[in-house]
């Protein structure tokens, strides 16, 4: 019984401190410069993209007009890899979101599909 009591007590004081206790978090001022630049960073690695447009410059710059206009939401680029020029867009992080965006895109370009990052 006295131990129960003792156990009471102890879980009792631990509640009471715990309700009146506070966190202060102290941190630099850089830190949240730093979380943007790391969100700026993310954006700029290699990521999956949906490719719209294989063939030559002027087919290439004629869809890169299209799709800036049509799929403004995405952005989007000019690839030049011997003999073709490409257009891809989107920067997703896993193949599974970039799936989920080329269902929309294939509304559009039905020959789309989506290249892995090169490593």
């Known amino acids: ?18 309700l009146y206790s506070q966190v202060t978090i102290n941190q630099e ?13 993310a954006k700029n690695e290699s990521a999956y993209q949906i490719q719209i447009y294989n063939g030559n410059i002027a087919g290439a710059n004629e869809a890169l007009a299209k799709v800036k206009e049509q799929l403004k939401q995405y952005p989007s680029q000019l690839i030049f890899e011997t003999p073709n020029y490409k257009i891809r867009i989107g920067s997703f992080r896993t193949r599974l979101e970039a799936e989920k965006h080329l269902v929309e895109v294939k509304k559009v370009y039905p020959a789309a599909f989506v290249m892995a990052p090169k490593k």
Not at 2 to 17: A, C, D, E, T
Not at 31 to 39: C, Q
């Open 29 to 41: 001022n850089n830190i949240s410069e730093l979380m943007e630049l790391k969100k700026e960073v």
């Open 1 to 18: 019984m006295v131990r129960l009591q003792i156990v009471l007590g102890f879980i009792f004081s631990f509640m009471v401190s715990s």
